[in-house]
């Protein structure tokens, strides 16, 4: 072998596990930010189960039903947020999106 050759051959396993770290970390960065919406549904009542027009809708708080990217909140997601992701009395008694319905009447509670 070449020197260059020999050179770069000793450093291909180095390159793989680098590599493998990197993807190792993404996968660490990006799994909690996928599951902390799912977190908030275990908070309210029934939040795994919410319906809009008859579709499921995993991302209570926001203007569409999967949450993949940054999305704008929805009346009740501001709500949410402005009641530090806690379902209280108050937040369970109050008519976020002016539907009429209270939001725990929406969420069953």
Request: proline fraction near 7%; aromatic fraction near 12%.
């Amino acid at each position: 072998l070449s020197p260059a050759v020999f050179a770069a051959s000793r450093r291909r396993p180095a390159m793989v596990a680098k590599a493998w770290r990197r993807a190792a970390l993404a996968l660490a960065v990006v799994e909690p930010l996928v599951e902390c919406y799912e977190y908030f549904q275990l908070y309210m009542p029934n939040g795994a189960n919410v319906m809009r027009n008859g579709v499921a809708w995993p991302a209570v708080g926001h203007t569409v039903a999967v949450h993949t990217e940054p999305t704008p909140y929805n009346p009740f997601g501001l709500a949410w947020t402005a009641n530090a992701y806690t379902w209280t009395k108050a937040l369970c008694n109050a008519d976020s999106d002016g539907d009429g319905l209270t939001n725990g009447m929406e969420l069953g509670d």
